[in-house]
């Protein structure tokens, strides 16, 4: 089968497409037809050779944390779903390889009806990522959250979901962004210098939570909360000089959908967006779509650091 890789560090021409084993469905997870998958800014960085004293990598390196198809393997113990039945979900946080014609998917959930293929591919890592990150800043009715980096893939799934838990929610995006932000139910507010004066006019009674996709204005954002306690980074490696939580990837032992396990995103995560996109609370924005075959172009776009939304490939 076609997958995904990279051989070493480099810029996106590094990353190709090559052919490779397919897998097979182990006990507890199932195996799909890909019909779409995301790229995850951290990987790109990861290729990039930026974080390869923080992430060690073994090359060759599959890519790809999230997916979207049709079962064609059930494992042993899995019960609930059967070859042709159209799920989403994530790969294994160590192997990844989401990005390939098939893969193997230690945690899935229907793929709502209101879903694009596009969007359900892209979807699974921005919503583990958004519930394990407000779960962990208890945020709820009532309170006010502010997304550094509103309007990238995490940072649009996090604003509804925020929203849908009756919380009160500002984001920081471009000017350009605002009217979209707004249309996700967030307050927009630029980001930059200046920005404790600009959030401050907009919530005078502060903020309770701050949520940073983007990285890079830790000091900004916990004068901003008032305490370093109630920041989150899933960008910023340099969270714990600022005494604040760096949230990096789902724990190592909550990956797999066996029979009985009561991990957080296999019964927690991917339920809710199911129960969300239901109701019509959550999309998942597409900055764009790319063939498989054009993986490079995908990464350079996610360089840029302005994609609207989750970068996907189509299969």
């Known amino acids: 089968m076609r997958a995904v890789q990279f051989t070493q560090y480099g810029p996106p021409h590094v990353v190709h497409v090559t052919e490779v084993e397919a897998p097979h469905a182990g006990p507890g997870e199932v195996r799909i037809a890909v019909r779409a998958s995301g790229i ?3 990987e790109v960085t990861i290729r990039s050779g930026r974080w390869r004293d923080m992430v060690p990598t073994t090359f060759p390196c599959r890519t790809g944390f999230d997916a979207a198809g ?3 393997e059930v494992g042993a113990g899995v ?3 059967r070859a042709g039945d159209e799920v989403f979900g994530m790969v294994s946080m160590t192997t990844r390889g989401a990005n ?3 893969a193997v998917l230690t945690a899935w959930a229907p793929k709502p009806a209101a879903w694009s293929w596009a969007e359900a591919g892209g979807a699974a890592g921005s919503v583990e990522t958004a519930v394990r990150v407000l779960d962990r800043l208890a945020v709820g009715a009532g309170h006010t959250l502010l997304v550094q980096g509103a309007a990238g893939a995490v940072g649009t799934v996090a604003v ?3 929203a849908a838990r009756g919380a009160t929610v500002i984001g920081t995006a471009s000017a350009h962004n605002h009217d979209f932000l707004r249309a996700l139910g967030a307050e927009p507010v630029t980001y930059g210098p200046g920005l404790p004066d600009r959030v401050r006019a907009l919530a005078p009674g502060g903020v309770d939570a701050v949520f940073d996709c983007a990285g ?4 900004d954002l916990v004068a901003i909360a008032g305490d370093p306690a109630r920041v989150v980074t899933i960008a910023d490696f340099t969270a714990a ?4 939580h760096l949230s990096h990837g789902a724990p190592a032992d909550a990956t797999r959908n066996t029979v009985g396990t009561a991990d957080p995103l296999a019964v927690h995560a ?4 199911v129960l969300a996109a239901a109701e019509g609370r959550l999309r998942v924005p597409v900055a764009a779509a790319f063939p498989l075959a054009e993986v490079a172009a995908a990464h350079e776009l996610s360089e840029t650091r302005h994609a609207r939304g989750k970068i996907v490939l189509v299969h």
């Open 270 to 273: 991917l339920p809710i967006a």
């Open 40 to 42: 995850s800014p951290g």
């Open 79 to 81: 019960t609930g779903v």
């Open 160 to 162: 509804q979901l925020a």
């Open 216 to 219: 890079g204005a830790l000091p």
């Open 241 to 244: 000089a600022h005494g604040v």
């Open 70 to 72: 049709v079962v064609d």
């Open 100 to 102: 390939a014609d098939h």
